[in-house]
Every structure is written in C-alpha cells, then in structure tokens.
C-alpha cells in the first residue's frame, strides 16, 4: 500500500471543520469515489473533527490518499485531550458526554470501512478511518 | 455578520441553505428563524437543502430543532430537496431526522405547507407527496 498524497489540516477553531469537509471532499472526487461513498466519508470526517475540537480541545487531521491494492482515502484524526476512559461505550449510539445527540463515535463507525480508536486518559485519543474505492 | 437569509412569501418563511454551515452559522440560523417567526406570524417555514452537500448530525439535530421550535410557535416547517446520497448517509450515521417532515422539492413542500394551513392534513397524515424519511 502506498502513500500518494498526505496532507495535515490543523483543526483549531470551529470553520475548521468546515475546511476539513472541503478537503476530504477534493481527494475524495480525485480517487473516484461514488458520490454516496464520497458524502459518507465527508460525513464521517465532519463528525470527527467536531469530536476532536469539542471534546479533545483541537487537534489536527492527516489525510492521505492512498493506492494499492485499491485507491482509498485515510484520515487520522488526534487530539491531545482528557481521551476516552471506555472506547466500547463510547461507540455506543446514544451515548454523549457532550451535548450531542451521541451518534458521533458510533455513527462515524457505519460509514467506513474501516475504523481504528486508541486513547489514553489524559494524554489524548487518535481515530483512523479508512474508506476504499 | 454571515448569515443565511430569510425570505418571506405570504404567510411562509422562505430559506435556501446555499453555504457550507460552520456550526455557528447554523445555530444562527435556528435562532433568526424562530425571531422571524414570532415577529412575522408565519404559518410555515421551508428549508431548501437541496445544494447541501452533507447533512451532518450537527445540522441534523439543527433541522430538527428548528422543526420543533416552529411547532411550539404555530408553524409548521417542511425540509426540501434533500440529496439521496445525504438521505443514506443520514439514516446510516442513525439519524432518520424525527419530527422532520420532508418534501422532494420547493413545489410539492409548498403544497403541504398550504394543505397544513388550510387544515388538511394535520401532522402530514394522508399526504400524497409529502413524506418522511
């Protein structure tokens, strides 16, 4: 599996999220993703910046593009924030420590094809998504 | 101050959703509509998404804010246009928008909103070309 283009978008302030959204966007066209599997990797990601700014206090996002065995578009999402005490309840629909409607972890999951969680308490939380053409 | 304008037509309330909404942005929205409604007495809002790209469970939980609020205020808010790819990503990150009622264009929304004005079809019941997701 190679690298074909990585990118890292700082994500500090709330139109960051917005920014995030656009970029996923342009790799996502230039891989050719299908236009739902384009909106649900947007979708995903826009949930996930808004994770990484509300509840780890901002962080950043490393996207890449990647090719082989196919063309897929990878976004790693970290913070260093209070983590996640208990990653399985925290993937649980419903379940919210902030004001939301708790779809935000386990919601994201359902939209990619793959999804990878590390946190450590009071050193910070790093989400990986995957999602191939 | 950015914002998204409010048209008036009548007794409804008119919004074209043509940006990428930053979070504020939307909470903006939700906060000069439920204003207009009051100030106009509007019997109706329509939201046209159809250039939305993503529907988030941000701007989800918005919409559907905005549905209830207009409720309690006497109005009735139809969701127009929504992009099947957004409808799939919605209902896939388990957000179905409760509360919501959807139409697939400006016309058929204005059709309900004119039948719930005039009394028929309360609550969306026995509409033809309203739906809901």
């Known amino acids: 599996m190679a690298v074909v283009f990585s990118e890292t978008v700082p994500l500090v302030s709330e139109p960051d999220i917005v920014v995030v959204r656009r970029r996923v966007r342009e790799v996502a066209g230039q891989i050719g993703l299908s236009l739902v599997d384009q909106t649900k990797v947007i979708t995903a990601a826009s949930e996930l910046a808004r994770n990484t700014l509300i509840y780890g206090g901002g962080g950043s996002m490393q996207l890449e593009s990647l090719n082989g065995p196919r063309l897929g578009v990878r976004l790693t999402f970290k913070d260093n924030g209070p983590g996640i005490p208990d990653i399985e309840l925290a993937l649980r629909d419903g379940f919210t420590t902030g004001s939301g409607l708790g779809l935000g972890l386990g919601g994201t999951k359902r939209l990619v094809n793959e999804f990878d969680i590390e946190s450590k308490v009071g050193q910070g939380t790093r989400v990986t998504i995957t999602r191939w053409k | ?133």
């Not at chain 2, 008119?14 to 509509?33: G, K, N, P, S, Y």
């Not at chain 2, 106009?40 to 939980?61: K, M, P, Y």
């Not at chain 2, 919605?90 to 179905?96: C, F, P």
């Open chain 2, 1 to 133: 101050m950015e914002k998204i304008p409010i048209l008036r037509m009548g007794e409804f309330l008119l919004v074209t959703i043509q940006v990428d909404m930053h979070d504020r942005l939307a909470m903006t929205l939700q906060d000069d509509l439920t204003k207009r409604i009051s100030e106009t007495n509007a019997h109706g809002v329509l939201i046209d998404i159809s250039t939305l790209e993503i529907v988030d469970s941000f701007i989800g939980r918005m919409l559907g804010n905005i549905a209830a609020m207009s409720r309690v205020l006497d109005a009735r808010t139809v969701v127009v246009g929504m992009q099947p790819a957004v409808a799939i990503t919605l209902v896939e990150l388990g957000m179905s928008l409760p509360g919501v009622r959807t139409a697939l264009n400006v016309d058929a929304g204005m059709k309900l909103l004119r039948e719930s004005l005039n009394g028929h079809g309360e609550n969306g019941q026995g509409q033809s070309d309203g739906r809901r997701l």
